[in-house]
C-alpha cells in the first residue's frame, strides 16, 4: 500500500513536470520587468514660502497625463516614480527630508526649487552623497556661492538654472529709470543667503546707475517690526524700494507704510510681488507694484514635454484651477522637462554617474528658454531669460502682471510702460 502511494505520487509529480515544461513562460521570469526609476521632489508645501509651491498639484496631475507614469527610454517604458517631501519652508527641513529621499527611498535623481532656503540644503546633500540633483528658482549667485562654489572647480552632482541677481538688477534698473525718482533706493536685505547675495553683489551696478542705497542694515526673520527701516527710509526721502523678503514680512512693512504716510514711488517686492496671491490682499496699493518676470504666458517658449506654448500652460492651469497663472507655473513644469530629458540621455539608469553626466551635458530647449549648463555665467549653472512687470487692473483679474520692460529680452512683448505708484 505504501509502495503503490509512492509510486503514485512519483507519477502526480511527473505529470506537473511535464506540464510545467510545456506550460508558456511568464514574460517576468523570462525577462525581468524593468526597475522603476524613482525622482525625488523637496518642495515648500507649507510655511512661509509656501507660496512658491502654488501649481505642484495641477503639475504632478499634468507629468500623469502627460506620461503615462512612463518614459520612453531607448526603445524602452520605463516606470517612474515622484517622491515628494515638504520642507516647510525651513532649511535644515529641506536638507533632512532631501537626506530621506536620498538613503531611504534611493532616489535616481533630484529636484528641488523655491529660493536658496529650499534648493541650497537639498543641493549640499546631493552634493555629499553623490546624487544627481536638477534645480530652478533659486537666484544663481546665492546658490552658488552661498554654498561656498569655486568658480574655478564648479560642483560635481548638482545644477540650477534660473536668473541671476546681477539681471534681475540690470532689468530692474532698466524699469526704474523710466519711473521719475530722486533715485533714491530703500532696502530691505535680511540675514539669508538672498539677502546677503543681493547686499553684495547689487550696491555696485545701482551706484554705478547714479542711485544711491538706503540700507538699515541685515535683519534675522522672521521680523514683525520694520519702524526703524521706515523711518530711516523717510529721514532719507527714498522714493524707491527694494526688499527680498517673505510674505509675511513684506505684508507687516507695507501696512506699517502706508499707517506712517510713507509713500514710495517705486516698491519691488521680491519673493512676493511675483505671486497674485502676494499682490491681491492690498487691493489699489498692489497697483504698479514691480517685480522681475522669469516667466509669463507671453514667453516665447515651449514644452518639451506636452508641447504646449507657455499660454497655453498658462490657459490649462487658469482652466483647471479657476486660479490666475504666476511665473512659478513655468519652471515648475520645466523642473520635470529637464529631469526627464536627463534620464532619457543617461546611458546607464543604474548608474548615478552617468545620470549626472546627462545632466552636467544638457543642451534642451524647455517651456522657461534654453537650459545649457556649460553656458554658465558660473559652473554648474544656466542663465534663463528676466524682464520687468507691473501689477495693474485688470477686467479678468484683481491685478495682472504686465511686461513694462523687456530690456534683458527682447523676444518678450511688451504689455505697458512703467508707471509710478499713485
Given at each position: 500500500?505504501?509502495?503503490?502511494?509512492?509510486?503514485?505520487?512519483?507519477?502526480v509529480l511527473k505529470g506537473m513536470a511535464a506540464a510545467a515544461a510545456t506550460a508558456p513562460m511568464p514574460l517576468g521570469a523570462a525577462f525581468a520587468a524593468p526597475?522603476?526609476?524613482?525622482?525625488?521632489?523637496?518642495?515648500?508645501?507649507?510655511?512661509?514660502?509656501?507660496?512658491?509651491?502654488?501649481?505642484?498639484?495641477?503639475?504632478l496631475e499634468q507629468v500623469k497625463r502627460a506620461t503615462g507614469g512612463n518614459l520612453d527610454i531607448g526603445g524602452t517604458k520605463r516606470p517612474f516614480e515622484i517622491?515628494?517631501?515638504?520642507?516647510?519652508?525651513?532649511?535644515?527641513?529641506?536638507?533632512?527630508?532631501?537626506?530621506?529621499?536620498?538613503?531611504?527611498?534611493?532616489?535616481?535623481?533630484?529636484?528641488?526649487?523655491?529660493?536658496?532656503?529650499?534648493?541650497?540644503?537639498?543641493?549640499?546633500?546631493?552634493?555629499?552623497?553623490?546624487?544627481?540633483?536638477?534645480?530652478?528658482?533659486?537666484?544663481?549667485?546665492?546658490?552658488?556661492?552661498?554654498?561656498?562654489?569655486?568658480?574655478?572647480?564648479?560642483?560635481?552632482?548638482?545644477?540650477?538654472?534660473?536668473?541671476?541677481?546681477?539681471?534681475?538688477?540690470?532689468?530692474?534698473?532698466?524699469?526704474?529709470?523710466?519711473?521719475?525718482?530722486?533715485?533714491?533706493?530703500?532696502?530691505?536685505?535680511?540675514?539669508?543667503?538672498?539677502?546677503?547675495?543681493?547686499?553684495?553683489?547689487?550696491?555696485?551696478?545701482?551706484?554705478?546707475?547714479?542711485?544711491?542705497?538706503?540700507?538699515?542694515?541685515?535683519?534675522?526673520?522672521?521680523?514683525?517690526?520694520?519702524?526703524?527701516?521706515?523711518?530711516?527710509?523717510?529721514?532719507?526721502?527714498?522714493?524707491?524700494?527694494?526688499?527680498?523678503?517673505?510674505?509675511?514680512?513684506?505684508?507687516?512693512?507695507?501696512?506699517?507704510?502706508?499707517?506712517?504716510?510713507?509713500?514710495?514711488?517705486?516698491?519691488?517686492?521680491?519673493?512676493?510681488?511675483?505671486?497674485?496671491?502676494?499682490?491681491?490682499?492690498?487691493?489699489?496699493?498692489?497697483?504698479?507694484?514691480?517685480?522681475?518676470?522669469?516667466?509669463?504666458?507671453?514667453?516665447?517658449?515651449?514644452?518639451?514635454?506636452?508641447?504646449?506654448?507657455?499660454?497655453?500652460?498658462?490657459?490649462?492651469?487658469?482652466?483647471?484651477?479657476?486660479?490666475?497663472?504666476?511665473?512659478?507655473?513655468g519652471f515648475r513644469h520645466a523642473l520635470f522637462e529637464t529631469a526627464f530629458d536627463t534620464l532619457r540621455r543617461a546611458k546607464d539608469l543604474d548608474k548615478r554617474?552617468?545620470?549626472?553626466?546627462?545632466?552636467?551635458?544638457?543642451?534642451?530647449?524647455?517651456?522657461?528658454?534654453?537650459?545649457?549648463?556649460?553656458?554658465?555665467?558660473?559652473?554648474?549653472?544656466?542663465?534663463?531669460?528676466?524682464?520687468?512687470?507691473?501689477?495693474?487692473?485688470?477686467?479678468?483679474?484683481?491685478?495682472?502682471?504686465?511686461?513694462?520692460?523687456?530690456?534683458?529680452?527682447?523676444?518678450?512683448?511688451?504689455?505697458?510702460?512703467?508707471?509710478?505708484?499713485?
Open positions: 500500500m505504501r509502495k503503490t502511494g509512492a509510486v503514485k505520487r512519483r507519477s526597475r522603476t526609476l524613482k525622482i525625488g521632489l523637496v518642495a515648500p508645501q507649507t510655511g512661509p514660502i509656501s507660496l512658491f509651491s502654488e501649481h505642484i498639484p495641477f503639475v517622491v515628494v517631501k515638504d520642507s516647510q519652508s525651513n532649511p535644515n527641513r529641506a536638507a533632512e527630508v532631501a537626506s530621506e529621499l536620498i538613503l531611504r527611498d534611493k532616489i535616481d535623481i533630484m529636484c528641488a526649487f523655491a529660493t536658496p532656503e529650499t534648493v541650497n540644503p537639498v543641493s549640499d546633500q546631493c552634493e555629499l552623497n553623490g546624487v544627481p540633483c536638477v534645480s530652478n528658482d533659486a537666484p544663481l549667485e546665492p546658490w552658488f556661492f552661498g554654498r561656498h562654489g569655486d568658480p574655478k572647480k564648479g560642483f560635481e552632482w548638482t545644477y540650477n538654472y534660473f536668473f541671476s541677481a546681477d539681471a534681475v538688477i540690470r532689468a530692474m534698473l532698466a524699469l526704474w529709470n523710466k519711473v521719475p525718482t530722486n533715485k533714491k533706493l530703500g532696502v530691505l536685505w535680511p540675514n539669508d543667503d538672498d539677502g546677503n547675495a543681493f547686499s553684495k553683489v547689487m550696491p555696485p551696478p545701482i551706484k554705478e546707475a547714479g542711485f544711491s542705497i538706503i540700507d538699515p542694515g541685515r535683519f534675522d526673520l522672521p521680523a514683525n517690526n520694520f519702524d526703524a527701516q521706515i523711518a530711516a527710509f523717510k529721514a532719507a526721502g527714498a522714493e524707491g524700494v527694494f526688499t527680498v523678503t517673505p510674505a509675511a514680512e513684506f505684508t507687516v512693512f507695507w501696512n506699517a507704510c502706508a499707517q506712517q504716510g510713507y509713500k514710495p514711488k517705486i516698491v519691488t517686492p521680491g519673493k512676493v510681488g511675483e505671486f497674485p496671491p502676494g499682490v491681491y490682499p492690498y487691493g489699489d496699493r498692489g497697483i504698479n507694484i514691480s517685480i522681475e518676470v522669469w516667466w509669463s504666458r507671453h514667453h516665447p517658449f515651449s514644452s518639451g514635454m506636452t508641447g504646449q506654448s507657455s499660454a497655453e500652460l498658462a490657459d490649462e492651469y487658469e482652466k483647471a484651477s479657476g486660479r490666475q497663472a504666476s511665473m512659478g507655473l554617474e552617468s545620470i549626472r553626466d546627462a545632466l552636467r551635458d544638457m543642451d534642451y530647449k524647455s517651456i522657461v528658454g534654453p537650459v545649457n549648463f556649460k553656458k554658465g555665467p558660473f559652473p554648474n549653472t544656466s542663465l534663463t531669460p528676466v524682464v520687468g512687470g507691473q501689477w495693474r487692473k485688470s477686467a479678468k483679474w484683481p491685478l495682472e502682471l504686465v511686461i513694462v520692460d523687456n530690456t534683458l529680452a527682447p523676444m518678450v512683448p511688451l504689455g505697458g510702460q512703467p508707471e509710478a505708484m499713485s
